[in-house]
């Protein structure tokens, strides 16, 4: 990796300097390049690729990890966002009754969910109102 990194450097300062890099050597044909190369440039890219790809792996399931998943709860009023809500979390978070409009602020709850954090929140139903409230 490092000497292929050296290679793309040096490319961008003197690569009049320096053999061509075109398509059958990146692909590993040319037979003398490859006698010069213990590695073809085509195996450490890929190499590099592999690498990076398996960092970028880690680091997202990283940050899912850390950071977790936010989840809001939408729906018309009424329809049981609350209770759901409540039932998901195993908690009486959320206020719950038969008047449709109960639910004013967003009301939060966390839980995990196979290794990874969520936290619900649950919304005030989506109406018209002529309430300026």
């Given at each position: ?8 450097e ?55 990890l ?10 018309r ?52 109102s002529v309430?300026?409230?």
């Open positions: 990796v490092l000497s292929l990194i050296a290679e793309l040096a490319r961008l300062d003197f690569d009049e300097d320096l053999p061509d890099m075109d398509a059958q050597r990146l692909q590993g044909q040319d037979k003398t390049y490859l006698e010069r190369s213990s590695n073809s440039s085509k195996d450490r890219v890929e190499s590099l690729q592999e690498g990076i790809e398996a960092a970028l792996r880690t680091a997202r399931t990283g940050t899912l850390r950071s977790g998943i936010t989840v809001a709860i939408v729906g009023p009424n329809v049981g966002k609350s209770s759901l809500l409540n039932a998901w979390s195993s908690s009486e978070r959320a206020i719950v009754t038969d008047i449709a409009g109960t639910t004013r602020d967003v009301v939060e709850a966390g839980l995990v969910v196979g290794g990874v954090p969520l936290t619900l929140l649950d919304t005030a139903g989506i109406r018209e309430d300026k409230v």
